[in-house]
């Protein structure tokens, strides 16, 4: 138990943008796979699903991984602005990769959803991309500091 505890002191952030991360992963993958099942286009289904997952993200992020806890009004529209700002570029980054990946052949269905192995290598640039922006750009105003004893 003592490893646990070691590594969540050392690596909390992380460890909590991965945990979160993977929730938010989750509910752009079904949004995706709920849009296309529907009927709606590969494209549009990826841009859909991006748009569910920026906004659960948001909230994941600001209080559960970085620790922004401040509720005023300026902070917290200057956080929402910058992480819109920072996710409508690694959409742009994603807009692009996408269709490269499915026109090099990456196209084939997983879970019996079209496009999905494209969906996830695109997923995972997202990842990293986020994590910079966010950690660097996004919620280091906001954040609580430990107080000094």
Not at 72 to 77: A, F, K, L, M
Not at 78 to 102: G, K, Q, W
Not at 131 to 143: A, I, P
Request: glycine fraction near 6%.
């Amino acid at each position: 138990m003592r490893l646990v505890d070691d590594m969540m002191e050392k690596h909390r952030e992380p460890i909590l943008y991965v945990i979160w991360g993977g929730f938010t992963t989750l509910v752009t993958w079904l949004t995706y796979a709920l849009f296309i099942w529907v009927g709606v286009g590969l494209n549009p289904s990826n841009i859909l699903s991006w748009v569910c997952g920026v906004m659960f993200a948001f909230a994941a992020n600001k209080w559960m991984v970085f620790n922004s806890k401040s509720i005023e009004r300026s902070v917290i529209t200057r956080e929402f602005i910058s992480f819109i700002a920072s996710r409508i570029l690694t959409l742009a980054v994603a807009a692009v990769l996408f269709p490269i990946l499915i026109a090099i052949g990456l196209d084939q269905s997983l879970f019996e959803t079209k496009g999905f192995v494209a969906k996830i290598v695109t997923s995972i640039v997202e990842i990293i991309l986020n994590w910079v922006l966010s950690k660097y750009f996004v919620f280091k105003y906001g954040v609580e500091k430990p107080k000094a004893s």
